[in-house]
């Protein structure tokens, strides 16, 4: 059941996060642009991760927005989750180095989710992150039992993040309040990660 709040302040727990998720959609293929990739660059399938080499791309993509979910998993349930039947995982490489991910759950073949997708520092800009989503696009939408695909991303992400959804033809359609542990305060991040949300260590609830 859906639970939906009311309007007005609602205090966290002491330790937590809150963020405000938008769920984003579309239900038809673009045009194919004809871009070529950028220079240096090819799409990888992943086969299989190691635990490891996840976890620091995912730290290096995401630590600096708080991407949380998968820091939060032990290592049965991430190896679960990564090699789950229909989730496909792809890369993109430029001089022999992993420059990204990008994460599809196949899992009901009509209604398809973009799980992740994010870029290293060094490889924002330049068009490498249209490229890499028009690839996402080729992939989902040559598979006929596709109807839709959609992601969700959150405030506590890139400004940019957004945005860019919806050039590429996403159109929000849900949000919702996402509350969990901050990773920074039980060990799973740095404590520097994300300067951008203010790391509250000894809470107090306030009298709402």
């Known amino acids: 059941m859906t639970r939906i709040l009311p309007d007005g302040y609602h205090a966290l727990a002491p330790g937590k996060l809150a963020n ?3 769920f984003l959609e579309t239900t038809a293929p ?4 004809g871009r070529p990739a950028p220079a240096g660059y ?3 399938r992943v086969e299989r991760w190691t635990l490891a080499e996840f976890r620091r791309l995912y730290v290096e993509i995401g630590a600096r927005w708080l991407w949380t979910s998968r820091m939060l998993m032990s290592d049965a349930v991430l190896a679960e989750r990564l090699h789950r039947p229909g989730t496909e995982a792809y890369v993109p490489v430029s001089d ?5 991910i990008l994460e599809l759950d196949f899992a009901d073949p009509a209604d398809v989710e973009l799980s992740f997708f994010g870029l290293v520092p060094e490889a924002i800009g330049g068009g490498v992150g249209r490229w890499l989503m028009e690839e996402a696009f080729r992939i989902v939408w040559s598979r006929p039992e596709t109807r839709r695909l959609w992601l969700h991303t959150c405030h506590f992400d890139s400004p940019q993040a ?9 159109s929000p359609y849900a949000r919702a309040v996402e509350v969990h542990d901050d990773p920074r305060l039980i060990g799973r991040l740095d404590p520097a990660a994300g300067p951008h949300v ?3 260590a000894e809470a107090r609830l306030p009298d709402l």
């Open 162 to 170: 957004l945005p860019f959804y919806v050039r590429m033809g996403f």
């Open 198 to 200: 203010p790391v509250i």
């Open 20 to 22: 405000v998720v938008t």
């Open 96 to 100: 022999g180095k992993v420059m990204g």
């Open 30 to 33: 673009p045009a194919p642009s």
């Open 42 to 44: 090819r799409l990888e």
